[in-house]
């Protein structure tokens, strides 16, 4: 199985440091959701690992975050694509849980579900905390410069990101990557 990891907040939608808290203001980068259709296509199964720790401080509940996935659902649907799965960590920083990223509770959870070894499984993000999630389940770390890392752009990586992170503009830019990388392969 093909698959890859996604973050959510600043990766394929709009991130904000006041917590996306509604279906209205969950609203997709550009591009975002044209190229998880793309990957689809090409045979990937994309997942979402997300922190959400507004659900634990009580911003939102459950029911909230079920109808800003469902939005999100319906407009990838539109477009000839899908989201396989999402899972999400609902604790705040201080509740010191496993599954909360930078700790790779989340991805070990995927992988279990999926029935996959981590081998060959592609993870991105727009944070240092998705890219050391994504190593400490030995999954393939690739950064966009949207959101959080959108000062990064035209910036040398920091030395605190993991060597082996691959650096993208946007997820536009990651499917291209991807996809032209599995044809070269075949």
């Known amino acids: 199985m093909k698959l890859i990891i996604l973050d959510r907040d600043g990766t394929i939608n709009e991130d904000s440091d006041d917590f996306i808290k509604s279906p209205e203001e969950w609203v997709p980068i550009p591009g975002a959701l044209e190229a998880i259709a793309r990957l689809n296509h090409a045979g990937w199964h994309t997942v979402i690992a997300s922190n959400q720790s507004g659900l634990g401080r009580g911003l939102f509940d459950v029911s909230v975050l079920n109808a800003i996935h469902a939005k999100m659902h319906k407009q990838l ?110």
């Open 77 to 186: 649907a539109t477009l000839g694509g899908r989201m396989d799965a999402i899972f999400f960590c609902p604790h705040t920083p201080d509740d010191n849980c496993h599954c909360r990223k930078p700790l790779p509770g989340l991805y070990e959870q995927i992988l279990d579900r999926m029935g996959i070894d981590a081998s060959g499984v592609v993870s991105v993000g727009d944070t240092l905390r998705d890219m050391q999630a994504t190593v400490a389940a030995a999954c393939e770390p690739h950064l966009v410069l949207t959101g959080k890392a959108m000062h990064l752009r035209g910036q040398p990586l920091p030395p605190e990101y993991p060597a082996n992170t691959t650096v993208h503009l946007d997820l536009t830019a990651f499917a291209d990557f991807v996809i032209k990388r599995d044809k070269a392969k075949a």
